[in-house]
């Protein structure tokens, strides 16, 4: 997949991933994230710690992070946002850049508790324990309001919640390992 070229803030996020010193998996000890050195990308980073197949716990969201769901994130098992249908994807994906270091990307459609659609973007990266295996994500997210979805919802004048989205765009990017093939996407998701 052709990535978009890469933007300031993701630009800042990589530059300090690469700086920290890494384990024998050539990825980032955890202990050696500092957030105070990306002081200016805290609203929008989250720190994830996997513990099982489907747990990953948020460890630290950013405001914008927590913001833009309309709730703290800190704590909560991300795997109990997606839908069940979609777990075993994101677990595999997940899997793929913790087992060949490299970056992972997605961005969804999502609707909020203020009832818009917004283009989801996040971006993750693997960080591993004190023993260098890989087990937390270092990532950031990003939302930007998609008007045309807004107002189809608006127009249907349907109830919004919070409720996770179709996959725009999915893909890996190379970290300077290459990158794992994809994971099948779950039945009856289109990556457009």
């Known amino acids: 997949m052709a990535m978009r ?5 993701l630009e800042q996020l990589l530059e300090h991933w690469h700086s920290l010193p ?17 002081a200016r990308l805290l609203p929008i980073i989250f720190i994830g710690e996997r513990r099982s197949r489907h747990v990953l716990i948020t460890r630290l969201a950013g405001s914008d992070v927590g913001g833009a769901a309309g709730q703290s994130l800190t704590g909560v098992n991300l795997f109990d946002i997606y839908p ?9 994906f997940i899997d793929g850049y913790f087992n060949q270091p490299c970056g992972g ?21 693997p960080l591993a324990d004190r023993y260098g295996n890989p087990k937390y994500v270092l990532g950031m ?52």
């Not at 024998?24 to 050696?32: D, G, N």
């Not at 069940?84 to 595999?92: T, V």
């Not at 249907?156 to 390992?177: C, M, N």
């Open 141 to 192: 997210g990003q939302t930007t309001a998609n008007r045309e979805k807004s107002m189809e919802l608006v127009n249907s004048r349907e109830r919004a919640v919070w409720k996770p989205g179709h996959i725009q765009e999915v893909g890996y990017f190379d970290l300077g390992f290459g990158v794992p093939p994809l994971p099948a996407l779950p039945e009856g998701v289109v990556a457009e």
């Open 84 to 92: 069940d249908s979609e777990r075993d994807f994101f677990a595999d």
């Open 22 to 38: 890494k384990g024998p998996a050539h990825i980032p000890l955890k202990r050696s994230f500092n957030p105070a050195r990306v």
């Open 5 to 9: 070229a890469l933007d300031r803030p």
């Open 105 to 125: 990307r997605l961005v969804r459609l999502v609707t909020f508790a203020d009832g818009l659609v917004y283009n989801l973007e996040t971006v993750a990266l």
